[in-house]
């Protein structure tokens, strides 16, 4: 058994998870990987692989796509998008529908690893989902929250591109003068201080329905000529996530034992005369576009799906990478999360190596369970067998 040391320094966009856990973080965080084997992941062989399998094909679709002597993460365990297209056909080639055949691929394409922050394997890890909405594609009546679409002045900027000391962190903004220069808050942007006011997609009847679908992202909106429209994430202002929940904690009108999604809305919907107030604390704001097609889409270009789908911190970990994850009951009454799941997604609020956001789906059940989740965990990383070899490790210790 061996270790692998990767320094990367994430940066702390100031929020936190979507239900505003107050979790310390390091300043500096580390991402350690442990080798292990398959029978350290607990109930590794149980989970009926099903649904996942159509994960993997999604996101076998997108990196099928890449040059093959691309790497695939920054750290060589992770290998090149070769190794991965050749794991992508053979998983072509087996029976999808056969969970025996599918835990015997992943057993032979790839090697588990612990994932560590410095020395602790215990992380955070909430939950999000496909909010629902009422709206119209024209102001009247009851709809007039509008939600915008992205403007062509918009100009986001991953700073890992130009510097890899600055590997994961990304700023946006407006250009004036040949200068990029920060674009409008959220409160600017509501209350139509910026240049686009007309450039909305879609007018919805509750501006704590169009705070919440910001924060997770993607939604669907039920139109008022009976058509539905299913809307995903196009951009962001670049100001930082602040998780409005620190703030009514703050005001001590939530605590943090009780502070979750559902009594953070329940105080905004109770309290309409402060509720711009308090959703304008959160700077950031985010636009959306028309989806065609399966969906809800994750930052990793492929349609999600409902508890396979993973939200982690790019910083550390690629998209594509199976997970193993063994997780506290996501809400009282329910059991642990112990099964496989893909980093196919991530967020403002998803800081650190150890730290997942889970995809519940679309609908009341998966809000209720997302909106309560906060969850401590750990999870394992596969990576492919062919890369460890390359590497000159001994790939056989992990069968």
Same mark, same amino acid.
């Given at each position: 058994?061996?270790?692998?040391?990767?320094?990367?320094?994430?940066?702390?966009?100031?929020?936190?998870?979507?239900?505003? $856990?107050?979790?310390?973080?390091?300043?500096?965080?580390?991402?350690?990987?442990?080798?292990?084997? !398959?029978?350290?992941?607990?109930?590794?062989?149980?989970?009926?692989?099903?649904?996942?399998?159509?994960?993997?094909?999604?996101?076998?679709?997108?990196?099928?796509?890449?040059?093959?002597?691309?790497?695939?993460?920054?750290?060589?365990?992770?290998?090149?998008?070769?190794?991965?297209?050749?794991?992508?056909?053979?998983?072509?080639?087996?029976?999808?529908?056969?969970?025996?055949?599918?835990?015997?691929?992943?057993?032979?394409?790839?090697?588990? !690893?612990?994932?560590?922050?410095?020395?602790?394997?215990?992380?955070?890890?909430?939950?999000?989902?496909?909010?629902?909405?009422?709206?119209?594609?024209?102001?009247?009546?009851? !709809?007039?929250?509008?939600?915008?679409?992205?403007?062509?002045?918009?100009?986001?900027?991953?700073?890992? $591109?130009?510097?890899?000391?600055?590997?994961?962190?990304?700023?946006?903004?407006?250009?004036?003068?040949?200068?990029?220069?920060?674009?409008?808050?959220?409160?600017?942007?509501?209350?139509?201080? @910026?240049?686009?006011?007309?450039?909305?997609?879609?007018?919805?009847?509750?501006?704590?329905?169009?705070?919440?679908?910001?924060?997770?992202?993607?939604?669907?909106?039920?139109?008022?000529?009976?058509?539905?429209?299913?809307?995903?994430?196009?951009?962001?202002?670049?100001?930082?996530?602040?998780?409005?929940?620190?703030?009514?904690?703050?005001?001590?009108?939530?605590?943090?034992?009780?502070?979750?999604?559902?009594?953070?809305?329940? @105080?905004?919907?109770?309290?309409?005369?402060?509720?711009?107030?308090?959703?304008? /604390?959160?700077?950031?704001?985010?636009?959306?576009? /028309?989806?065609?097609?399966?969906?809800?889409?994750?930052?990793?270009?492929?349609?999600?799906?409902?508890?396979?789908?993973?939200?982690?911190?790019?910083?550390?970990?690629?998209?594509?990478?199976?997970?193993?994850?063994?997780?506290?009951?996501?809400?009282?009454?329910?059991?642990?999360?112990?099964?496989?799941?893909?980093?196919?997604?991530?967020?403002?609020?998803?800081?650190?190596?150890?730290?997942?956001?889970?995809? @519940?789906?679309?609908? $009341?059940?998966?809000?209720?369970? $997302?909106?309560?989740?906060?969850?401590?965990? !750990?999870?394992?990383?596969?990576?492919?067998?062919?890369?460890?070899?390359?590497?000159?490790?001994?790939?056989?210790?992990?069968?």
């Amino acid at each position: 058994m061996f270790f692998v040391f990767l320094f990367l320094t994430a940066c702390d966009d100031g929020g936190e998870d979507k239900n505003a $856990a107050l979790d310390e973080k390091p300043l500096e965080p580390r991402l350690v990987l442990e080798q292990a084997r !398959y029978e350290d992941l607990p109930r590794w062989g149980e989970d009926d692989l099903l649904s996942a399998a159509e994960a993997f094909s999604r996101t076998c679709s997108r990196i099928n796509k890449r040059a093959p002597e691309l790497d695939f993460g920054s750290f060589k365990e992770a290998g090149r998008y070769a190794d991965w297209h050749s794991i992508c056909v053979n998983f072509s080639q087996i029976d999808h529908s056969d969970s025996s055949a599918l835990i015997h691929f992943f057993e032979e394409a790839f090697v588990p !690893y612990k994932v560590f922050n410095h020395d602790e394997d215990l992380g955070l890890f909430t939950g999000y989902y496909e909010a629902s909405l009422n709206g119209s594609l024209s102001r009247h009546d009851g !709809y007039q929250t509008p939600l915008y679409k992205r403007a062509e002045d918009l100009v986001m900027v991953n700073l890992g $591109a130009f510097r890899e000391s600055l590997k994961g962190e990304r700023i946006a903004g407006r250009v004036v003068g040949g200068q990029l220069k920060p674009y409008e808050t959220r409160a600017e942007i509501v209350q139509g201080q @910026w240049p686009h006011n007309d450039n909305v997609l879609v007018w919805v009847d509750d501006p704590v329905d169009a705070f919440f679908v910001q924060i997770q992202g993607s939604g669907i909106v039920e139109l008022d000529d009976g058509q539905e429209m299913r809307i995903g994430y196009a951009g962001q202002n670049g100001h930082p996530y602040y998780a409005i929940g620190r703030e009514l904690i703050k005001m001590n009108v939530l605590s943090k034992e009780n502070v979750s999604m559902q009594t953070i809305r329940s @105080w905004l919907e109770q309290n309409p005369e402060r509720a711009d107030e308090v959703m304008n /604390k959160n700077a950031s704001y985010v636009f959306f576009q /028309k989806i065609e097609g399966a969906g809800p889409l994750g930052a990793e270009g492929v349609a999600l799906t409902a508890g396979r789908s993973l939200a982690v911190d790019r910083s550390f970990l690629p998209y594509g990478a199976p997970l193993w994850v063994d997780i506290d009951p996501p809400i009282e009454g329910a059991e642990r999360l112990q099964h496989l799941m893909f980093a196919q997604d991530t967020g403002g609020a998803i800081r650190g190596p150890v730290r997942g956001d889970v995809f @519940w789906g679309h609908g $009341a059940q998966a809000e209720a369970v $997302a909106g309560k989740m906060n969850a401590t965990g !750990y999870y394992w990383v596969l990576l492919p067998r062919a890369a460890m070899v390359e590497a000159g490790h001994d790939a056989s210790i992990s069968n």
